[in-house]
């Protein structure tokens, strides 16, 4: 079965940065258009960023643009977000998600607190 395993996720200051990683299994993960999602207490959860299989196509939240950085290791079967300039508002649970026609499958979620 698909399993997606967030890592990276912890306490930073305003102005800090954090790289997450996502572990994927059980998908052929070089096909496979990966996402990163948060969700703030009280809010929806929201896409943050968007890779293509081949890392070719990026897609960013306003939020994220210029600052957050999406990428991936098809070798790896690894996503990765690399979160620079950090803000108390990125701070949310960040999931790995796969989104297909008939599903949606996310990791366990990894927590970003950002500090003023």
């Known amino acids: 079965q698909v399993q997606l395993v967030e890592s990276g996720g912890g306490l930073v200051q305003a102005g800090g940065s954090l790289r997450l990683s996502c572990a994927a299994s059980?998908?052929?993960?070089?096909?496979?258009?990966m996402n990163w999602y948060r969700q703030a207490p009280g809010n929806q959860r929201e896409l943050v960023a968007r890779?293509?299989?081949?890392?070719?196509?990026?897609n960013y939240a306003d939020s994220a643009k210029g600052r957050f950085t999406i990428s991936r290791d098809n070798a790896k079967n690894t996503v990765y977000l690399q979160m620079n300039s950090l803000k108390p508002d990125d701070t949310a649970v960040y999931y790995c998600?796969?989104?297909?026609?008939?599903?949606?499958?996310w990791g366990q979620g990894t927590q970003v607190t950002v500090s003023s």
């Open positions: 998600g796969i989104i297909t026609a008939t599903r949606r499958y």
């Open positions: 059980g998908v052929i993960f070089s096909i496979t258009t």
């Open positions: 890779i293509t299989s081949s890392g070719g196509r990026t």
